[in-house]
């Protein structure tokens, strides 16, 4: 019977060489969703129009939702032996997303709010999928659960972009 060699694992158990292209997704992820926080925050200040009041407190919640997150990603870099990206001109090379500037009218900023939602959702679910190889619980369910509030906040942002007036 032949003896195979034992794979390399990390702290966690987990294999080294996969954790390390996971941590390398979670950065990507973590600088999206930097640019993503920036957008809602440039809407949150910019917003105007009948809907302000509105939506104003709603783009709050959501960058405080987005803030959450990103410190949760980065913690989870840490956690798996890596370092998190933190400068901008790093989450400006990893960035996927459109950048919104001077967006004030409010179905500008809920599209750019879905555009980013999908583009997050896109990177989250190949984390989700590399995450169950290993079996990497700690990333596999922080994605699960940011996939499926994501997936709400973008059927509300749908519900909302379908109104008639």
């Known amino acids: 019977?032949?003896?195979?060699?034992?794979?390399?694992?990390?702290?966690?158990?987990?294999?080294?060489?996969?954790?390390?292209?996971?941590a390398a997704e979670l950065n990507i992820l973590l600088s999206n969703f930097q640019v993503y926080y920036q957008n809602l925050r440039g809407i949150h200040w910019n917003i105007r129009g009948k809907r302000f009041f509105d939506?104003?407190?709603?783009?709050?919640e959501l960058y405080n939702d987005a803030q959450l997150k990103i410190d949760m990603v980065a913690e989870r870099i840490l956690t798996l032996g890596a370092v998190p990206l933190?400068?901008?001109?790093?989450?400006?090379?990893?960035?996927?997303?459109?950048?919104?500037?001077?967006?004030s009218k409010d179905t500008e900023a809920v599209g750019l709010i879905m555009e980013s939602l999908s583009g997050l959702l896109k990177i989250?679910?190949?984390?989700?999928?590399?995450?169950?190889?290993i079996e990497d619980e700690g990333t596999n369910s922080m994605m699960s659960d940011f996939i499926k509030e994501q997936e709400k906040t973008m059927w509300m942002m749908k519900a909302w972009s379908e109104e008639e007036i």
């Not at 003896?3 to 996971?22: D, H, R």
């Not at 933190?86 to 967006?103: A, I, M, Q, S």
Request: glycine share 4%; hydrophobic share 35%.
């Open 1 to 22: 019977m032949k003896t195979q060699a034992k794979e390399k694992t990390n702290i966690l158990g987990l294999p080294v060489k996969e954790t390390e292209l996971i």
């Open 55 to 60: 939506l104003h407190v709603k783009f709050e």
């Open 86 to 103: 933190h400068t901008f001109d790093d989450y400006v090379t990893n960035n996927k997303l459109t950048v919104g500037k001077n967006v």
């Open 124 to 133: 989250e679910r190949v984390i989700l999928e590399e995450s169950a190889k």
